[in-house]
């Protein structure tokens, strides 16, 4: 017997998801106790940071995940629903492209990892869908390493990939 996928609203409530605002619904559900002081990091970090974090993501097929960056390099796991684009602008002008998913055979893998200050962005493949994922961020994520990208800037930055910023900004 087949089982039956559920649906986003029902992991959306069951999870206890949020708004995000790069687009989608989150819940941070760890937050390791451990910390980095700030003077063991990278001269762009304001302040010290906990080991890791984690936090659950969805995205529905409506939703975009945003061009944003942050000062760590951030994980992406897959878990449910339709198979996931992630893309990445690196500060190099190297372009990646990721398919999240199960379907092994056609490319898609279980995660990626997107290195810290690349820009990032994704979308769910299937119309009438969903992507749940989770996230984890080494050095932890914290909302100062947060920037949501300007179209304008990225665009100045990356003019070979118009198309993808206009459409993911």
Same mark, same amino acid.
């Given at each position: 017997? #087949? #089982?039956?996928?559920?649906?986003?609203?029902?992991?959306? #409530?069951?999870? $206890?998801?949020? /708004?995000?605002? !790069? @687009? @989608?619904?989150? &819940?941070?559900?760890?937050?390791?106790? @451990?910390?980095?002081? &700030?003077? =063991?990091? /990278?001269?762009?970090?304001?302040? +010290?940071?906990?080991?890791?974090? *984690?936090?659950?993501?969805?995205?529905?097929?409506? +939703?975009?995940?945003? *061009?944003?960056?942050?000062?760590? +390099? $951030?994980?992406?796991?897959?878990? $449910?629903?339709?198979?996931?684009i992630v893309l990445a602008l690196r500060e190099n002008g190297e372009f990646l492209k990721f398919k999240?998913?199960?379907?092994?055979?056609?490319? %898609?893998?279980?995660?990626?990892?997107? /290195?810290?200050?690349?820009?990032?962005? =994704?979308? /769910?493949? !299937?119309? +009438?869908?969903?992507?749940?994922?989770?996230?984890?961020? =080494?050095? @932890?994520? %914290?909302? !100062?390493?947060?920037?949501?990208? $300007? &179209?304008? %800037?990225?665009?100045?930055? *990356?003019? !070979?990939?118009? =198309?993808?910023?206009? #459409?993911?900004?």
């Amino acid at each position: 017997m #087949k #089982k039956m996928m559920k649906s986003a609203d029902y992991y959306i #409530k069951r999870l $206890e998801l949020s /708004p995000h605002s !790069e @687009g @989608g619904y989150f &819940k941070e559900t760890y937050r390791s106790k @451990g910390v980095i002081k &700030k003077d =063991a990091l /990278p001269n762009d970090f304001q302040s +010290d940071h906990c080991y890791s974090t *984690f936090i659950y993501y969805l995205l529905k097929s409506s +939703d975009i995940s945003k *061009f944003h960056r942050i000062k760590s +390099d $951030e994980q992406w796991h897959f878990f $449910e629903g339709s198979s996931l684009i992630v893309l990445a602008l690196r500060e190099n002008g190297e372009f990646l492209k990721f398919k999240l998913g199960r379907d092994l055979e056609n490319n %898609e893998m279980f995660s990626c990892v997107i /290195p810290a200050n690349s820009w990032l962005a =994704a979308y /769910p493949r !299937e119309k +009438d869908s969903f992507s749940l994922l989770g996230c984890t961020v =080494a050095p @932890g994520f %914290e909302y !100062e390493d947060f920037e949501l990208a $300007e &179209k304008e %800037e990225l665009l100045k930055q *990356f003019p !070979e990939y118009e =198309a993808i910023i206009k #459409k993911l900004t």
